[in-house]
């Protein structure tokens, strides 16, 4: 499991000493992060929190999200904007998953309301040419520069991210967003050779873009394998489990917390602790409890409250939160989240309350009279 890999440890030496990690070790995030203890339960949530926010909408406009990304100051304002409405415990960098294949010409755009589309989907072993070597100083130097001007602000942690191997094949083979990854999984089981060196390519691209974010200032790192969930277990250990593994095991020297989330992954759970993930984001179709089970000791949870709810209000929330609180404090190494990315149609105020809420749990002790009865 990955929770023996030493991230409980200090940080790794190859981070230097005015790294914005050595001084928010002791912060809740990373404590929990690294299953120790804290005497209140962190929470964030998961990207594109800003969505339902009045002051996002107004400073993004009608304008392209990959614009948005590729200048710095809009970029770190915005990651800035939930951290300073809800007091959350952790920012997630504000950027996309399919913008290191953007930036190396692949060919994909970000169309708002759709998502990543390539005009010019993967269908050949000659389309790997369309995927070069990443180097974010040359690529991405808008990203590094947005991290830096966030870590100079921020007084938690700043989680950076990559898109899973998996996730980013899908869009880039599909050519849009799919519910049933056809041409993704037709490709997967007839050209297993291309899909290995595809999943190859993609995983150095996640590495390098990854550990670029962490050495500018991200003190943790996130992979979205957002739709991992539409595989089967055989599958993942098969085609996907190998590739996530190496983007894992290449930044373990780092010594950072490295999150592992997807959807619908409640039967992949324990597969995706063991490819190396310190931190397995849930998902609202698994207890937490079952989760647990599923993912062993020694690796922190997070989630995984449904995002539905906090659009149906506060009267919603909170029942849900208890369940989930008092089944996530069970053990140390729990952090509070949804189960994937608020969506825009949530009332900030909802969000607010929540936070303060989860902040205030104290997770009950047994009292006398309940112990007695155990007699």
């Given at each position: 499991m990955s929770g023996t890999s030493g991230?409980?440890?200090a940080p790794a030496a190859a981070l230097p000493a005015d790294h914005p990690i050595h001084r928010l070790e002791d912060s809740l995030y990373m404590r929990a992060a690294r299953c120790r203890r804290t005497e209140q339960v962190p929470v964030w949530f998961q990207r594109q929190a800003g969505r339902s926010l009045p002051e996002y909408r107004a400073l993004r406009g009608q304008g392209s999200i990959l614009e948005a990304i590729a200048d710095p100051p809009t970029a770190a304002e915005i990651t800035l904007q939930p951290v300073r409405?809800?007091?959350v415990d952790a920012a997630v960098l504000f950027s996309d998953i399919v913008v290191p294949a953007f930036a190396v010409g692949f060919g994909i755009d970000v169309v708002p309301g759709v998502g990543p589309v390539a005009g010019n989907p993967l269908r050949s072993r000659t389309?790997?040419?369309?995927?070069p070597e990443f180097?974010?100083?040359q690529h991405t130097p808008y990203v590094l520069d947005t991290v830096r001007l966030l870590v100079a602000e921020l007084d938690v942690p700043l989680v950076g991210f990559a898109g899973a191997p998996f996730t980013v094949a899908s869009y880039l083979v599909e050519g849009a967003p799919s519910r049933q990854h056809l041409r993704t999984k037709s490709l997967m089981y007839a050209d297993t050779a291309l899909w290995h060196d595809l999943m190859e390519r993609l995983a150095s691209i996640a590495v390098a873009s990854m550990r670029s974010q962490v050495l500018a200032g991200a003190?943790?790192?996130q992979l979205f394998d957002s739709w991992a969930g539409t595989l089967s277990p055989a599958d993942y250990a098969e085609f996907v489990a190998p590739h996530s593994k190496r983007v894992f095991d290449e930044l373990a020297d780092l010594g950072v917390p490295r999150a592992h989330f997807g959807v619908g992954t409640g039967e992949l759970l324990d597969q995706m602790a063991q490819v190396g993930a310190d931190i397995v984001g849930v998902d609202w179709r698994v207890p937490l409890e079952v989760a647990r089970e599923r993912v062993g000791p020694g690796v922190a949870l997070q989630g995984n409250l449904d995002p539905a709810l906090c659009v149906a209000g506060w009267?919603?929330?909170?029942?849900?939160a208890d369940r989930i609180l008092a089944a996530g404090t069970q053990q140390p190494g729990y952090i509070f989240n949804l189960g994937h990315g608020v969506l825009p149609e949530t009332s900030p105020a909802v969000l607010e309350r929540l936070t303060d809420y989860v902040h205030a749990y104290?997770?009950?002790l047994p009292t006398q009279q309940a112990s007695s009865q155990h007699d």
């Open positions: 991230v409980g440890a409405r809800y007091g389309d790997l040419d369309r995927l180097d974010a100083d003190s943790a790192v009267d919603a929330v909170r029942p849900a104290r997770r009950p």
